[in-house]
Each structure stands twice: as structure tokens, then as C-alpha cells.
């Protein structure tokens, strides 16, 4: 089973985001995606900067796949689509189906992201046909509906399996209406929060955490403890999610268990490691916020 860093979801500075990828080169990762996945105001780095990056992390013995806005809202978005699906290099992770017509004309291989919403096997028959050589249910998919997923002969399943969970996108910023500025207007303060900004409930719970145009879930879905359902479900690649601190060490104790380290005791370390508490409600086909450690295997 492989490991991908998945793409970065937040809003980071260049120098940031630069020092984090030159540190995931030396990580035990196969695969990284790479680009702007959320919001098209986010651009301290150009497209030419993820293929100067795609370039080194490809020396480094990575492969590469360039990420794909999961909302297309303007002219120039799409303009800068045609640029991402053209390149001619590397494969596309499609996170529209605009994205996935673009890859079929260019005859570029790419992976069927988790915002296409693939809940049937007619679905992912069809995606298979167009080109996709790997696919990521959507995060609320369960355990019991992934094993009966009918996977074409040659298609990889990719499993969301750790990070705040992107739940739903919106033509609106959240973070921008919590500073009460315009989208247009937004002064960029998704930089001010490298792990998204979590919204309390009237009691003080914890709830979603606001991530521009995008909500997440507050806590940090986690499957390391449950390798041998993953296994069992067929999945060929676990997709980590990055966080603004102690990523390396996520990606060592995943590693680690890949490795043969007991499970249930890299779960626990994980959790000392998160910027929120741990949940895996979904797959066990619960409320996505429950947590159950007792069920590890």
C-alpha cells in the first residue's frame, strides 16, 4: 500500500509552502499532489512555481500529479485549467468534471478526485473508460460501501485517511464573512490561519472548521488504526492531508504501520500530533465526528 500527500488545502506564504515541500521530498511519501485545490484568489504561487516544485519532487523519486480547483467560477480559472490539463508531463488529479473533458481531449492520464462524487460503479466504470487510472471515493463513503464498490480491472482506490475532512464548497468565504469583508475584498486572511478557523458551537464545541470558500470538519478523520479494513476494502493508496505542523512526524507513524508497527499504538501517537480531536465516524458509517479507538486493528 502507498502513501500520498494529499493536496495543500490551506492558505500558506510562499516561504511556507516552499520549506514544506522541500521537507516532504526526504518523506516516506510515493506520491504528492500539488497545487490550488480551493480558492482561486490564492496564488503567491504561480502555476510555473507547482511545476518548478513538480520538477524537484519528481528528481526526488516522487510521482507527481498536479491538483485541479474544485470550483471553477471565472474565465480566467478555466484558462489557467486548459494550462494545468495541457502540460504534457504529469498526470491530473480531476476534481470537476469540466477538468475530466479537458484531460480526455489532451489524452492526459488522470485521477478521479473526491469532489466528482463517485457513489456507483456505473460512475467509476465510465471515468475508468475516460482515462482515470485512480480514484478517491468521497471522504463520507463507509467501509461496507467501499468493499461492495464494483473497481475496474487496473483502477487504484485511494482512501482520504487522515486530516480535516473537506466536507462542502461555496460560492461564498467564510472567512472572509467572519471578518466581515467582501469575497473580492478578502485582504487574504486565510493566511492567518494555517489550519482553517473552527467554529464553535453555543456550548463550545468544536464543530466545522472554515477554510475559505471551503468547510472542513473540526475534528481529524484518521484511519492508521484500521489498516486491515482499508486492506479489506481494496485500497492501493492512503492520501495523508497536509497540516501546518508535525506532518513528517504523521507521515513516519503512517509509515510505521504500513511497516508492521502495531496499529492500534500509531493511532494513539497520532494523537498528540493533530490540530484537532480524532474522528473516524464515517467509516464505520456513523456520525462523522465519532471516534472509536476500540475497534483497532
Not at 160 to 184: E, I, M, V, W
Not at 207 to 212: D, E, P, Q, W
Not at 225 to 230: C, S, V, Y
Not at 241 to 248: E, F, G, I
Request: with cysteine.
Amino acid at each position: 500500500m502507498k502513501l500520498a500527500l494529499g493536496p495543500l488545502l490551506y492558505y500558506w506564504s510562499s516561504e511556507d509552502t516552499l520549506a514544506f515541500y522541500e521537507a516532504a521530498a526526504k518523506w516516506p511519501v510515493d506520491i504528492v499532489y500539488l497545487g490550488e485545490t480551493v480558492c482561486s484568489r490564492r496564488h503567491l504561487l504561480r502555476l510555473q512555481d507547482w511545476l518548478d516544485l513538480a520538477d524537484r519532487l519528481e528528481a526526488a523519486g516522487k510521482e507527481v500529479v498536479l491538483s485541479t480547483l474544485s470550483l471553477i467560477e471565472s474565465e480566467s480559472d478555466l484558462k489557467t485549467l486548459r494550462k494545468i490539463t495541457g502540460n504534457g508531463r504529469f498526470k491530473i488529479e480531476a476534481n470537476d468534471y469540466g477538468a475530466v473533458r479537458l484531460c480526455v481531449q489532451a489524452g492526459t492520464a488522470f485521477i478521479a478526485g473526491p469532489t466528482l462524487n463517485v457513489y456507483n460503479p456505473e460512475t467509476l466504470a465510465i471515468l475508468a473508460e475516460s482515462g482515470a487510472q485512480r480514484w478517491l471515493p468521497p471522504v463520507e463513503m463507509n467501509h461496507a460501501m467501499l468493499k461492495a464498490m464494483s473497481v475496474p480491472d487496473g483502477m487504484v482506490t485511494e482512501v482520504f485517511a487522515y486530516g480535516r475532512l473537506p466536507l462542502a464548497y461555496s460560492a461564498r468565504c467564510f472567512t472572509a464573512r467572519h471578518y466581515n469583508l467582501q469575497k473580492d475584498d478578502c485582504q487574504f486572511r486565510c493566511l492567518d490561519h494555517p489550519d482553517g478557523l473552527t467554529l464553535n458551537t453555543r456550548e463550545g464545541e468544536t464543530f466545522l472548521t472554515m477554510n475559505g470558500i471551503q468547510t472542513q470538519s473540526a475534528h481529524v478523520y484518521t484511519l492508521a488504526h484500521r489498516l486491515a479494513e482499508l486492506t479489506d476494502a481494496g485500497a492501493g493508496v492512503l492520501r495523508l492531508s497536509p497540516q501546518s505542523r508535525h506532518m513528517d512526524q504523521v507521515v513516519g507513524h503512517y509509515r510505521a504501520a504500513l511497516d508492521g508497527e502495531k496499529a492500534a499504538r500509531v493511532g494513539m501517537a497520532l494523537q498528540d500530533l493533530m490540530p484537532g480531536a480524532p474522528c473516524d465516524g464515517y467509516w464505520l458509517g456513523r456520525a462523522g465526528q465519532d471516534y472509536v479507538p476500540g475497534q483497532a486493528t
